[in-house]
């Protein structure tokens, strides 16, 4: 904390002179910042792989799926529910279709690679992620519900869906970060 | 020892004898004879089976030999080359005031070769319905070729459901043999949502994220100070 409040200084001089940037630069190349571990970076590759490989298959039984459940949901709810086409469901006359990103697939298998424990046999690993698999899906369909009803009392789509997603999203990576079995950082 | 036939299977084997020398002797049924591609039919104006496309393939009695009772029932003339057309579903299912597509598939039968016109028409109980453009004419050179059918809506176009009907014909004037084939779509102007995380979902994810590593940092800092 002591150390902080000369660089802090500093800063705010950068507006005036160059000199005093120069040094601050310096005194930044001296600060050691961590790196990140190869398993994290392979980890964080092979999640890419994953989600572009998931986006190569259509996954319309999941969309169905997931559609029927909402659909169900809002019926419960007391909304005016009909289905339109495999993936796409009207609600209070308004019309919704159920996308890959909406299934939580991409994040599903997005996960895998963080998850999975090489010190676990297969079997050990596929069940841990069947059980996730459960887990996403339920949050996912509350996440969805929950998109519709505060949509359906005002709020804007953007807001009640992309911004809830982002929420969701979070949630599944402070899930993930919790049952990690690998390092961030590298090891100085 | 040996046996020595009865009397009743004597006039049983020679029966037998007689049915296979002549299977056409019996009544005033037809004969069962393979002609062009293993077709045949089974009594006079029957068509051939297996079933073709084209003319030319309706059986015909004609007698054989001197004998007026027995009939033989053959495919007669060569298949005439033809064609069937096919329709993939209109997708989207739904339209506002964009196009929904559909692959128009010709299937060429008996060696069918040449061009095929398409026209289109909508029809529905709302109007102004949707327009389709007549699809590029389809060339056939080895067993099929595919065409286009576009369909588009307007702001104006009402909404409901509508019927898009393909009708074709060759180069001769002819129809397809299964005629004309017809898929559906529906006008509807209330606008579409997707639902999914989108840019604004990633953008709030990065935030958060970013947040929660500052968050981090900062306590592995205050927690190497300590």
Request: aromatic content about 8%; glycine content about 6%; some cysteine.
């Amino acid at each position: 904390m002591e150390r902080a409040t000369p660089v802090a200084q500093r800063e705010r001089c950068v507006a005036m002179s160059s000199q005093p940037l120069l040094h601050a630069k310096l005194d930044l190349a001296v600060i050691r910042l961590p790196w990140l571990s190869r398993e994290f970076l392979l980890r964080s590759s092979l999640v890419a792989l994953f989600v572009l490989l998931t986006y190569q298959f259509p996954w319309q039984w999941l969309r169905f799926v997931t559609s029927a459940a909402v659909l169900r949901i809002c019926a419960s709810l007391g909304m005016a529910t009909a289905r339109v086409s495999f993936d796409t469901i009207r609600i209070q006359g308004q019309l919704f279709r159920v996308v890959i990103a909406c299934t939580f697939v991409d994040v599903l298998m997005g996960s895998i690679p963080l998850l999975w424990d090489v010190r676990k046999s297969l079997h050990r690993n596929a069940s841990r992620l069947l059980a996730v698999a459960v887990i996403f899906f339920v949050l996912n369909l509350v996440r969805l519900a929950i998109a519709q009803v505060l949509y359906f009392r005002g709020v804007p789509w953007t807001l009640a869906d992309e911004v809830l997603g982002g929420f969701a999203y979070f949630a599944v990576w402070l899930f993930v970060w919790r049952q990690r079995t690998w390092r961030l950082l590298r090891e100085v | 020892m040996t046996r020595t036939p009865t009397h009743p299977a004597l006039a049983f084997l020679v029966l037998g004898a007689l049915l296979v020398s002549s299977p056409t002797t019996l009544g005033q049924s037809c004969s069962f004879k393979p002609v062009l591609q293993g077709r045949v039919c089974t009594k006079p104006g029957a068509p051939c089976k297996p079933p073709t496309v084209g003319s030319g393939h309706v059986g015909k009695c004609t007698t054989e030999g001197l004998r007026p009772e027995a009939l033989a029932c053959e495919c007669q003339g060569s298949p005439t080359p033809s064609y069937n057309i096919t329709l993939s579903p209109l997708t989207p299912t739904y339209i506002d005031t964009d196009v929904a597509t559909s692959t128009i598939t010709v299937i060429a039968f008996n060696g069918f070769s040449g061009t095929v016109d398409f026209s289109c028409t909508v029809s529905g109980l709302s109007h102004p319905a949707p327009s389709c453009a007549n699809p590029a004419a389809a060339i056939v050179t080895d067993g099929s070729a595919t065409s286009l059918l576009k369909v588009s809506a307007s702001t104006s176009a009402a909404e409901g459901t509508y019927t898009v009907t393909v009708n074709a014909v060759d180069g001769h004037g002819r129809p397809p043999d299964n005629g004309a084939q017809s898929s559906s779509v529906s006008v509807s102007h209330v606008r579409w949502i997707l639902v999914g995380g989108g840019r604004i979902a990633i953008l709030t994810f990065v935030a958060l994220l970013a947040l929660w590593s500052v968050r981090l940092l900062w306590r592995n800092e205050r927690d190497a100070w300590r």
